[in-house]
Nanobody, 127 residues
Framework: QVELVESGGGSVQTGGSLRLSCAAS????????MAWFRQAAGNEREGVAA????????YYAESVKGRFSISQDNAKNTLFLQMNSLKPEDTALYYC????????????????????WGQGTQVTVSS
């Protein structure tokens, strides 16, 4: 059974930084995709970034390019999201998710590609 546990959320002011972590346990597959999604109050869940463990390809939503960075530790059991230059519109509940194959290219942001989800960690950015 795969379990994903997010941490690192909190409250920061505009322009601040946070680093989210997602600890994964259980076997996923030899090559898989891990991603961050977020859901703001009243909005649908949206893809933020994704990372393919095979090859290290990364994918980002246009709204976070140049500000956020997704990575994985060498042991391949923790996913990170470094968030810099945070804006109030980044306020959301951030989820970690995994897809048991390489990231599905241009449709990496579609929720139904991901089989396992964490419970989320709240990020609040004040102006």
């Amino acid at each position: 059974q795969v379990e994903l546990v997010e941490s690192g959320g909190g409250s920061v002011q505009t322009g601040g930084s946070l680093r989210l972590s997602c600890a994964a346990s259980g076997y996923i597959s030899d090559s898989y995709c891990m991603a961050w999604f977020r859901q703001a109050a009243g909005n649908e869940r949206e893809g933020v970034a994704a990372f393919s463990t095979s090859g290290g390809s990364t994918y980002y939503a246009e709204s976070v390019k140049g500000r956020f960075s997704i990575s994985q530790d060498n042991a391949k059991n923790t996913l990170f999201l470094q968030m810099n230059s945070l804006k109030p519109e980044d306020t959301a509940l951030y989820y970690c998710a995994t897809h048991p194959f390489v990231c599905p290219g241009d449709i990496w942001y579609k929720q139904n590609n991901y089989a396992y989800w964490g419970q989320g960690t709240q990020v609040t950015v004040s102006s």
